[in-house]
């Protein structure tokens, strides 16, 4: 085999991303390489309008599948090379399993919207208990009101549960027999006491939920078992193979991007788009104004805005108005508009929002259409659209007595060029983007490093993976055109609320 690894000197650790589309592992070495690479997609269901399921066996079959491919590729089947897997996962969706750990209906997503109802009467029911304890607000994405709509439209299922459990430990049980969940995506329950890091006894008992549901909790670098026999079997990794943790996906992102001490933030541009910031102030209130997450590093926190479609926007734009055009052919133009596009403004609501408008029925608008705007216009104006609503959660940041004057930039929204300088120019803060792209497969990794003991905290691990690859700075006319420009942006949102209302009607 061409590229068979000197099993003698090379160690190495898996991160498993588990995302929504696809599973991507990746075989990273001591230096923080990403030697090879794997995906396995899987269907995502929506029986009904606002509905989004997947199967978890889905997931199981995928990810192992993966991890086979992988071992594969770097022929290190049957060896002990590698020292341990950890998981970044999908947050927020709801697996219920019985007592033999099988899935009793299909997993409920972060992306299904079935559960306002419910959202209210969380709200109602919890009051001022709920920012208090959970720290965030209810919003059909997290899972206490995916469990409350099981428990009023499913009951019998309900019953039969033995366990609730989030996306990626549902595989990780699977792989290892043993039931675990971790602080960073619990706290996307709305059933975690964030700042104790505890299950709320409050919050269970106030809707009749037993605390056998819930998984012990644990650190995401903790060991959570080895691999069962027959999945070592299967995938040819050895069967003392440590698995640790992992964490959210967010989370694990932030890891593999070295967010991992106060005044890093981080902006990620994929389907979503996600600021966040590292915070260490476990009692800071934020009112609910962003997500306020336990990060995966040991009694961390991160505050996190999401823009529901960011590079979803751009991505519905070119396949609705240019499908002919790639990415890159589309963005070429960009710069050849000034910034404001000639008076354009784009809001990226196509699907709804979460930060800073909680707002599912709010819906997407072009501003200040004129005879002379062509394509490349309106591209940037999209671009632009997507930055202001992240500039949002930037400046929720800055509310808090933060300095945000360096960003990380990842995800798709990293590939171009004028984008990033666009992040600069609205951000105001200098844009880093690193060598390495592998986000939240990368941190999962990491996880494992540290908790094999490769590094003494995750700092260090971080120091030795990851490298500053380009810098954006921002440019002084620029950023104040697009302070004038963004604050027409958040007008948008005013102005446009009750009409999106009165239109849903007719969507
Ligand atoms: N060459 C590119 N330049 C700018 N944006 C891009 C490019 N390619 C993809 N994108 C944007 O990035 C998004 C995908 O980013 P990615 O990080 O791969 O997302 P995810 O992991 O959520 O699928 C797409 O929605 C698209 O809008
Ligand atoms: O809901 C959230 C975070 O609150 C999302 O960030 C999901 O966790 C996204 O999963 P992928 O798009 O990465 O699969």
Known sequence: ????????????????????????????????????????????????????????????????????????????????????????????????????????????????????????????????????????????????????????????????????????????????????????????????????????????????LPLSLFPPLVESFDQTGTLLPEIAEQSRLSPETKVYAGGADNACGAIGAGILSEGRTLCSIGTSGVVLSYEERKDLDIQGRAHFFNHSEQDAYYIMGVTLAAGYSLTWFKDTFAPEHSFDALLEDVNSVEPGSRGLLFTPYIVGERTPHPDA????????????????????????????????????????????????????????????????????????????????????AMLAAYGSGWFESLQACAEAFLREAARYSPNPERVARYEGLYELHREVYLHTRELSKHLAAYR
């Open 1 to 208: 085999m061409q590229e068979t690894i000197n099993q003698e000197q090379e160690r190495y650790v898996i991160g498993v991303d588990l995302g929504t589309s696809a599973v991507k592992t990746v075989l990273v070495n001591r230096k923080g390489q990403v030697a090879y690479e794997t995906s396995q997609s899987y269907p995502l269901h929506q029986p009904k309008a606002g509905y989004s399921e997947q199967h978890p066996e889905d997931w199981v079959r995928g990810t192992l599948a993966s991890l086979k491919e992988l071992v594969e590729k770097a022929g290190i089947g049957g060896t002990d090379a590698v020292d341990g897997i950890s998981f970044s996962g999908q947050m927020h969706g709801l697996v219920l399993t019985d007592k033999e750990g099988k899935a009793l209906r299909p997993a409920i997503l972060w992306n299904d919207t079935r559960t306002t109802t419910q959202c209210r009467r969380i709200e109602e029911q919890l009051g001022p208990a709920l920012l208090r304890i959970a720290r965030n607000r209810a919003l059909e994405g997290f899972t206490l009101p995916k469990l409350l709509w099981v428990q009023e439209h499913e009951p019998d299922v309900l019953a039969r549960a033995a366990h609730f459990m989030l996306p990626k430990d549902y595989v990780r049980y699977c792989l290892t027999g043993e039931l675990a969940m971790e602080y960073s995506d619990a706290a996307g329950t709305l059933l975690l006491d964030i700042a104790n890091k505890q299950w709320s006894e409050e919050i269970a008992a106030a809707f009749d």
């Open 361 to 444: 029925t709010i819906r997407g608008s072009f501003i200040g259409m004129d005879a002379g705007h062509k394509l490349a216009h309106f591209t940037r104006a999209v671009l632009e659209g997507i930055t202001f609503s992240l500039k949002e959660s930037i400046d929720i940041l800055r509310g808090t007595g933060k300095t945000v004057n360096e960003v990380i930039s990842i995800g798709g929204g990293a590939r171009n060029e004028a984008w990033l300088q666009m992040q600069a120019d609205i951000f105001n803060a200098d844009i880093v983007k690193l060598e390495s792209e592998q986000g939240p497969a990368l941190g999962a």
